[in-house]
């Protein structure tokens, strides 16, 4: 940005990229053992979830093929 030397209104507006604060913010609170514990909890039920799934799709997602082993229905053998 350009720098104005005329006084302009809101100047502090103008100059706010400039500003820097010298006011620390307050340190972070320390995780309770619960809350601790549930947050790794929630991580191993996704996680379970996510390899629970892949282990119940994978069969589902197998390519067979179906030249070795032709399959027929008993309707079609009572002719």
Do not use: C, Y
Not at 17 to 26: C, H, Q
């Amino acid at each position: 940005m350009f720098g104005r030397r005329e006084p302009v209104p809101f100047a502090f507006v103008a100059e706010a990229d400039r500003f820097r604060s010298n006011v620390t913010p307050p340190p972070r609170e320390r995780l309770s053992v619960g809350q601790m514990a549930g947050r790794w909890l929630l991580g191993l039920t996704i996680v379970a979830g996510l390899v629970g799934s892949l282990v119940v799709g994978t069969p589902a997602l197998s390519v067979d093929h179906p030249g070795s082993q032709p399959q027929q229905s008993q309707a079609s053998q009572k002719n």
